[in-house]
């Protein structure tokens, strides 16, 4: 769904859309929808500004990823209320080099053309709340690292054995010429 600078000059445009899993792409490849997306909202052009446009909204999905730590299955569940600006691309080419910005400017995004692309601002906003660490579970333990199967399904007897580097150098050195 496309927002148009033209159309939004003349009113506001709801949404309420879902996508179904796949119609989305997401920047890794390995995200992934295990729910339809479904988002609802407002898009507006404000007044008194120079062609920014305010969208607002709701959405829920449920995304699924590889575990950071046993590579198993995911799942993420989002719902989620975002409140976004986004000012021409133009607007900041006119400035000078560098220009300071306030604390209420890092909350503002960029278009460029005639205006923007809804899937575009929902693949943005999920991406950005996964969370970091995306994990299966808290008490996940993630896979041995010596045989290399998934301590959650397996109690393997491995035993880690950790070396100091900075002994490595002695352990070469023969003690015959002493």
């Not at 133009?90 to 400017?105: K, N, T």
Request: net charge negative; charged share 30%; hydrophobic share 40%.
């Amino acid at each position: 769904m496309f927002f148009s600078v033209k159309e939004l000059e003349l009113k506001k445009v709801r949404f309420d859309v879902t996508f179904p899993p796949g119609e989305i792409e997401y920047y890794d490849g390995r995200l992934r929808q295990a729910t339809p997306l479904e988002a609802d909202g407002v898009a507006e052009l404000l007044s008194n500004t120079l062609g920014e446009i305010r969208v607002k909204g709701h959405l829920r999905v449920v995304m699924e990823t590889d575990c950071d730590r046993c590579l198993e299955n995911a799942r993420f569940p989002i719902d989620s209320v975002f409140d976004l600006f986004y000012r021409p691309a133009d607007s900041v080419r006119a400035r000078a080099d560098e220009v300071e910005i306030d604390a209420g400017e890092t909350e503002i995004a960029f278009y460029e053309g005639g205006g923007l692309e809804l899937e575009e601002i929902l693949r943005e906003h999920i991406v950005l709340s996964m969370p970091m660490q995306r994990v299966c579970r808290e008490d996940c333990r993630g896979i041995c690292p010596v045989c290399g199967q998934s301590r959650n399904a397996v109690n393997c007897a491995c035993e880690l054995k950790t070396v100091d580097d900075r002994w490595l150098a002695l352990k070469n050195l023969s003690t015959k010429g002493i």
